[in-house]
Structure formats: structure tokens, C-alpha cells
């Protein structure tokens, strides 16, 4: 991979006339203020390969970015930038169901966060992704499903027998 460095550049009458680095605090900060629009996908590109993970996470925020660099954000490794490619449009767009199952594997706050928001994932079969969620060891992540009004029917009536008691009366409240 090629090293990229940010760089602040003042330039007089079109001269460079001064030069510095960028820190990882400063970039994290215009990434965050950066438009967020079309135009800046090219900013939002090379951003999203910046080694911190807060310059990446405000990236991820962004509904303007690229599938390309929204994939590529799908596969980091922190948390943050996961729950914010989570809840970015083009993401939801774009995603499949493998991808999801990737991502909720890393962290059950992950899988809350699929579990919530279920039927914004336009690619993926929501019957499937619920079944998924809906077998998750974790109790928290089922009862992120049991309590979002918009999961399927069939997998709500599934969890009415649920071990937790909190899970089978939140589908059952789901139901009516």
C-alpha cells in the first residue's frame, strides 16, 4: 500500500510557500467538518486510509463516500468505524447478508446496532438477517430484535417462547 501523507499547503500566487504534516487530531477534525457532499468523495477515499481510527471513523459517518471506500471501511477493525458504517446509506445499500454477519460476529454492540435498525438493509433478505440475529448467543443482541416493532412476524413468534422472559414479552408487545 502506498504511504499517503496529510498535509497542510499554503500556496502564494500559486507558489508553495509553506508545508506541514497534519496530526492525527487535526485530520480527525476536518474529516469530521469536511461537506458532505459528491464532490468529496476523493477526500473521503484517502481519509479512510488514514492509520487512526478516529479520522476513519468520521469518514464512515459520511453519506457521500464511494462503494469502494465504504466497503473498505466495512472490513476495519474498530468497533467505532463499524457502528458507523453500519448506519451509513450507502452501506445500507450496498451490503449483503455475509458482510452483515462478518460485522455483527466482531461485537455484540454490532449486532445490537444490525438488530435495531433490521429492515434498512436494502440487499438483504430481512427474514434471513432476523433468523440470524434471532439465534445470536447473546441476549442482548436477541432483545434488540424482540423490541424493534419492524421485525418479521414469524421470527417475533418465534421468540415468545424465549428463555429470557424480557425477550418473550417484548416480541409478544411487538406482536399486538
Do not use: W
Amino acid at each position: 500500500m502506498a504511504k499517503i501523507e496529510f498535509r497542510l499547503v499554503v500556496l502564494e500566487d500559486g507558489k508553495e510557500v509553506l508545508t506541514d504534516p497534519l496530526s492525527c487530531d487535526i485530520m480527525s477534525t476536518i474529516a469530521n467538518y469536511y461537506p458532505d457532499k459528491t464532490s468529496s468523495k476523493s477526500f473521503f477515499k484517502y481519509a479512510s486510509m488514514h492509520p487512526s481510527a478516529e479520522v476513519r471513523q468520521q469518514v464512515a459517518y459520511k453519506d457521500k463516500i464511494d462503494e469502494e471506500t465504504c466497503r473498505a471501511l466495512s472490513e476495519d477493525n474498530s468497533l467505532a468505524v463499524l457502528k458507523n458504517i453500519l448506519r451509513n446509506s450507502v452501506f445500507r445499500e450496498i451490503t449483503t447478508l455475509e458482510v452483515l454477519e462478518k460485522i455483527m460476529n466482531k461485537d455484540p454492540d454490532l449486532a445490537v446496532v444490525v438488530a435495531q435498525d433490521i429492515e434498512a438493509y436494502k440487499l438483504v433478505d430481512i427474514q434471513n438477517l432476523a433468523e440470524t440475529i434471532a439465534s445470536n448467543s447473546d441476549p442482548f443482541v436477541v432483545l434488540a430484535l424482540a423490541q424493534n416493532r419492524r421485525a418479521p412476524k414469524k421470527v417475533l413468534r418465534d421468540l415468545l417462547t424465549h428463555d429470557d422472559p424480557l425477550i418473550s414479552v417484548s416480541a409478544r408487545e411487538n406482536l399486538k
